[in-house]
């Protein structure tokens, strides 16, 4: 499994990026997908997760209504548009593969972390 994500950058308050993931070596189709952040002396968080299809996705709770998850099977890409960017959004944020745990569709992440694409928002 090879994941790369690219498109983070530095932002202003209320503005906006866009992430992508591009995933390779393995089946992207057959695998839920998510977006994780961690910032300077925190733990890694789970901010938005899609189910294999994007019938289905959960968001957490600080980014809802302001974070979209999406993907596309086709390019093998994934993707998490973030609106009204706030400074408690600077993190790095990376990507990986899901398989279900926990009895969600999402849960236990299968790849090593990569380098991940580092998102600071200026206030």
């Known amino acids: 499994v090879q994941l790369v994500e690219s498109g983070g950058g530095l932002v202003q308050l209320g503005g906006s990026l866009r992430l992508s993931c591009a995933g390779s070596?393995?089946?992207?189709?057959?695998?839920?997908m998510s977006w994780h952040r961690q910032a300077p002396g925190k733990g890694r968080e789970l901010v938005a997760a899609i189910s294999k299809f994007s019938l289905s996705t959960y968001y957490a709770d600080a980014v809802k209504g302001r974070f979209t998850i999406s993907r596309d099977n086709a390019k093998n890409t994934m993707y998490l548009q973030m609106n009204s960017l706030m400074p408690d959004d600077t993190a790095v944020y990376y990507c990986?593969?899901?398989?279900?745990?926990?009895?969600?569709?999402?849960?236990?992440?299968?790849?090593?972390w990569g380098q991940g694409t580092q998102v600071t928002v200026s206030s």
């Open positions: 990986n593969a899901e398989i279900p745990s926990g009895g969600r569709w999402f849960g236990m992440q299968i790849a090593s």
């Open positions: 070596r393995f089946t992207f189709s057959s695998y839920a």
